[in-house]
């Protein structure tokens, strides 16, 4: 039982940063192809929201641990 909520934990933990990450960068990327002038600030924000995201994902690597060996 601890072996798959383990896995829910984590699958369902992924699946939020990854679809917000691509999302992020399809929006960042079309930002930049409309106006490259403002790669640095566009590039910026987009690394950043990046790392907001892909904590998340820790955060649920976390817990899915914790379920493990508690």
Same mark, same amino acid.
């Given at each position: !039982?601890?072996?798959?909520? &383990?896995?829910?934990? &984590? =699958?369902?933990? *992924?699946?939020? %940063? =990854?679809? =917000?990450?691509?999302?992020? @960068? *399809?929006?960042?990327?079309? *930002?930049? =192809?409309?106006? %490259?002038?403002?790669?640095? /600030?566009?590039?910026?924000? &987009?690394?950043?929201? !990046? *790392?907001?995201?892909?904590?998340? $994902?820790?955060? $649920?690597?976390? @817990?899915?641990?914790? @379920? /493990?060996? @508690?």
């Amino acid at each position: !039982m601890k072996d798959l909520a &383990m896995g829910l934990a &984590m =699958g369902l933990g *992924a699946i939020g %940063p =990854g679809i =917000g990450i691509g999302l992020l @960068v *399809a929006a960042g990327l079309q *930002a930049i =192809g409309r106006n %490259p002038e403002a790669l640095s /600030k566009i590039q910026t924000n &987009m690394i950043l929201g !990046m *790392a907001f995201a892909e904590a998340i $994902a820790i955060y $649920a690597l976390v @817990v899915a641990l914790i @379920v /493990k060996f @508690v």
